[in-house]
């Protein structure tokens, strides 16, 4: 006979920032400036890539994607911690818990995915530019991209599902500021090891070989820029993937600190400071970076003011 669920926590409490609360003022109005500055920048590139013919090419258009899913992101988590830190902690239905957790994985997903693609299309723009637009057609760029956001969409719902059947009996309190995967499976009294093996199993396809396959493309890619003759030639071949391996950078470089350092556990201070990162700067560096290093964005920029 199969037990029941005896799920009896059916309320989170967020703790958030309570050692450092006399800071909260401080907090909620950088905090806010920078998630309405992340909105308004990828919102910005979104409207340009989506009107603007001249960029509608497969790099702006992975671009937009990747810009729509940073929105979701950060507005995913920031809004829930502005109030948590202006409460000095906060409340959460489990059910908003879990759909909190399936959106920040869903969209951490999309992103590895999107970066992925983008760095194919470097790789085909610099390596094998006379094969470039044949191979990176917008119907390829399409597959590319559904395939991004299906899985983005299909896999976390996997994790969700297993961890919808735990049982919750114990505290009802996440030292942290959103719902992340290894808070939220403390609480359980249920046997998580098939959730964690379920999670680990997805780590492999979509972060380490995602990023062996970036590194591997971005070696092939400076062989190439080196083959190059002239200096102005490598420099303008350098710049068109400069701004994606800044975003790639920061994007892998805080994952990695955050989820696979083994020491990640031993300080709740640290892991909340590079979930901050992770979850309320990293997401800004999109716009920045694509902005103050793309001379095309600018001038379309410009020319649709005028």
Known sequence: MIEPNRTTVTEIFLRGFDDIQNLAPLLFILFLLIYVLTVAGNVLIIILVSVIHRLQSPM???????????VIFTTNIVPKMLQVILQGGSAISFAGCVTQLYVFAATGIAECLLLTSMSYDRYLAICKPLHYSSIMSFKQHLYLAVFSWACALILPAITISLICVLDFCRSNIIDHFFCDFAPLLELSCSDTSTVEFEVFAQTIPVFVCTLIYIVTTYINIFVAILRISSMVGRQKAFSTCSSHLTVVCTYYGTMISLYVTPNR???????????????????????????LRNRELWSSISSTLK
């Not at 702006?60 to 940073?70: A, D, T, V």
């Not at 992770?278 to 800004?284: A, C, G, I, N, R």
């Open 265 to 291: 556990r031993q300080s709740t201070k640290v892991n909340k400071t590079l979930s901050l990162l992770y979850s309320v700067v990293t997401p800004l560096l999109n716009p920045i970076v694509y902005g």
């Open 60 to 70: 702006y258009l992975f671009l937009r994607n990747l810009s729509l899913s940073e």
